[in-house]
C-alpha cells in the first residue's frame, strides 16, 4: 500500500503531458450548432444545462454521452453538465469561469457580439494585479488594472480612467473572468470605437483583501456578500488617489468614469453623488439604487440628503449619465422609480432597455455601449 500511495504520489507531481481527452467537450461548429460530449460510462441519464437552454446526451460508444443543439445566436454561453442529476465540470474540459462559487464551463458563438468577447487579432492592452493602501479602512487591498496597448511605450502620454465596480459576491477578479473586460476594450479600441484608457477593478467588499486565495486570508470560500455600510464609498478616495499616483491619467472629471453592476451600480450611484465633481461619466448597469441607510457604517453622512447630493451631482452637468437595465430584471422597478425621480427633475441621462434579466450577457452590452461614449 504504501509503494502504491508512492507511485500515486509521484505520478500525480509530474506534469499532465498526455492526460488529454479523447473527445471534444464543446465544439461550436460552422453553422453554429454546437456539439457537447462528456464521458460517462456508468451513468444513467446526461444533461447538459446552460444559459441556452438544456438538452439530454446520447450514449455512444465507450460510455461518451453526446448531443447536438440547434442554431445559437452569436453570444459567451455558459454551462454545466448534469449526470445522474448531479452537476459535473468535464476534467477534459479546462475553459471554466468563475462566478462568485459557480464554476462554469463556457464557449463563444462567433458574430456580433460574441467576437468582442474573444481574443481577436489585435493590439493587447496589459491586466495587472496591484496592491494598495486605504487609510480609511486601515488596510492593504487588491485591485486589478487594464492599461491599454501601447502604454508602456507611449511615453509621457496620459490616459483617462474608467473605474468598473463588480456585483454582490464578486470581486475584483469578475469582470476579467466572466465580464470579458480585458477582450471587450482590446476589441473596441482596436476597431477605434473606444478611446484608449485606464480601467480599474476594485473589491467591492471592504471585509476582504483580495479574491479567495490572493492575501493572507487563504483559501476562504466565496459567497454572495458585499459591501453596504458606507465603507467602500468611503474609502473609494484612497482608490483614485493611489490610481492618480501610480498611472499616467488625466486627473481631472472629465478624464473619470465610474460604473458598475448591480451592488457595484449602487456603489456607482453613491459615489458619484458624494464626489459630484470627480467624475463627468456615470454608468448604473442593473443598478442596486434603492435608498440606504447606515447609522452603524463608518460614514452615515454618504447616505444621507440624498435630493441634495443629487441636485450638486447634476448641478456640474456631467457629460454622461448612463442606465441600463433588462425588462426581467428584479431591480427593473426600483431603476423605474429612480428615473421618474430624475424626470421629475428635468435631469438628463441616456437610457438603455435589454431583453433579458440580472445576467452578465446583459453586463457585458453595457460595458460595451458604455465605452463607447465615454471621452469624447
Request: hydrophobic share 35%.
Amino acid at each position: 500500500m504504501a509503494a502504491a500511495a508512492l507511485s500515486f504520489l509521484t505520478a500525480s507531481a509530474q506534469q499532465s503531458l498526455w492526460d488529454i481527452s479523447e473527445y471534444e467537450s464543446v465544439k461550436v461548429n460552422p453553422d453554429r450548432t454546437v456539439t457537447f460530449c462528456v464521458s460517462a460510462p456508468k451513468a444513467v441519464k446526461v444533461e447538459v444545462v446552460g444559459d441556452f437552454g438544456s438538452a439530454s446526451l446520447a450514449e455512444g460508444e465507450k460510455g461518451v454521452w453526446s448531443c447536438t443543439t440547434g442554431p445559437l445566436e452569436s453570444e459567451l454561453y455558459n454551462f454545466r453538465f448534469y449526470v445522474d442529476d448531479l452537476p459535473y465540470n468535464d476534467p477534459g474540459n479546462t475553459y471554466v469561469q468563475r462566478d462568485i462559487s459557480n464554476l462554469m464551463h463556457y464557449f463563444i458563438v462567433p458574430g456580433n457580439p460574441g467576437d468582442l468577447y474573444s481574443v481577436g487579432d489585435v493590439p493587447h492592452g496589459t491586466v495587472s494585479r496591484v496592491w494598495y493602501h486605504s487609510d480609511v479602512l486601515g488596510k492593504d487591498r487588491r485591485m486589478a488594472v487594464y492599461t491599454p496597448a501601447g502604454y508602456e511605450t507611449s511615453g509621457n502620454k496620459r490616459y483617462p480612467v474608467l473605474y468598473l465596480l463588480h456585483g454582490m459576491g464578486g470581486d475584483e477578479e469578475a469582470w476579467l473572468c466572466t465580464g470579458r473586460a480585458a477582450q471587450i476594450m482590446d476589441n473596441l479600441i482596436a476597431k477605434g470605437e473606444a478611446v484608449p484608457m485606464i480601467v480599474v477593478m476594485t473589491n467591492g467588499c471592504t471585509k476582504h483583501q483580495a479574491a479567495p486565495g490572493e492575501s493572507v486570508e487563504g483559501n476562504f470560500r466565496p459567497y454572495n456578500s458585499g459591501s453596504s455600510d458606507t465603507s467602500f464609498e468611503a474609502h473609494f478616495k484612497d482608490v483614485i488617489s493611489f490610481v492618480d499616483g501610480r498611472y499616467r491619467t488625466v486627473r481631472k472629471s472629465s478624464s473619470r468614469a465610474i460604473a458598475g453592476l448591480s451592488m457595484g451600480g449602487g456603489h456607482s450611484y453613491w459615489i458619484s453623488m458624494n464626489y459630484p465633481k470627480t467624475f463627468d461619466y456615470v454608468g448604473l448597469f442593473s443598478a442596486a439604487v434603492r435608498l440606504r441607510t447606515a447609522k452603524d457604517g463608518i460614514a452615515p453622512e454618504m447616505y444621507e440628503d440624498v435630493d441634495a447630493k443629487l441636485d450638486r451631482l447634476f448641478a456640474n452637468d456631467p457629460k454622461l449619465y448612463y442606465i441600463a437595465i433588462g425588462k426581467d430584471d428584479f431591480l427593473f422597478n426600483e431603476n423605474k422609480a429612480y428615473r421618474e425621480k430624475l424626470d421629475s427633475k428635468g435631469y438628463r441621462y441616456v437610457y438603455f432597455e435589454s431583453e433579458g434579466g440580472h445576467v452578465w450577457r446583459n453586463w457585458r452590452i453595457y460595458l460595451a455601449d458604455f465605452a463607447r461614449r465615454l471621452f469624447k
